[in-house]
């Protein structure tokens, strides 16, 4: 599965953007869905993640009540809502594809996921 991530760009603290991931090349539905964050200088962490079905979903602590993974299967598209961002939300978001087992614990490992988009830039300005 190929996918391409959008939707990033400046925001004040504060604000809101929404990321957009948009998966072609196989079946959507058979793949659980995460996003992962790199900022300067740091590894790459997970951000959320969504199962395939049931819609299930994981949030790293740093952004549990701010940001919302979803999904659409029917449009091959997958969704991170940001809001109340902050400046130590700045980063290089990945979208990432996953067939294997959903378990909120393996849907935060890194190693796991198979398929990878470019990556989106995210700056939060203070």
């Known amino acids: 599965v190929q996918l391409q991530a959008s939707g990033g760009g400046l925001v004040q603290a504060g604000g809101s953007l929404r990321l957009s991931c948009l998966a072609s090349?196989?079946?959507?539905?058979?793949?659980?869905m995460g996003w992962f964050r790199q900022a300067p200088g740091k590894e790459r962490e997970f951000v959320a993640s969504?199962?395939?079905?049931?819609?299930?979903?994981k949030y790293a602590d740093s952004v549990k009540g701010r940001f919302t993974i979803s999904r659409d299967n029917a449009k091959n598209m997958v969704y991170l809502q940001m809001d109340s961002l902050k400046p130590e939300d700045t980063a290089i978001y990945y979208c990432?594809?996953?067939?294997?087992?959903?378990?909120?614990?393996?849907?935060?490992?890194?190693?796991?996921?198979?398929?990878w988009g470019q990556g989106t830039l995210v700056t939060v300005s203070s």
């Open positions: 090349g196989r079946t959507f539905s058979n793949y659980n």
């Open positions: 990432t594809a996953d067939d294997g087992v959903w378990s909120t614990v393996r849907s935060t490992r890194e190693l796991l996921y198979d398929h």
């Open positions: 969504i199962s395939r079905s049931i819609g299930n979903t």
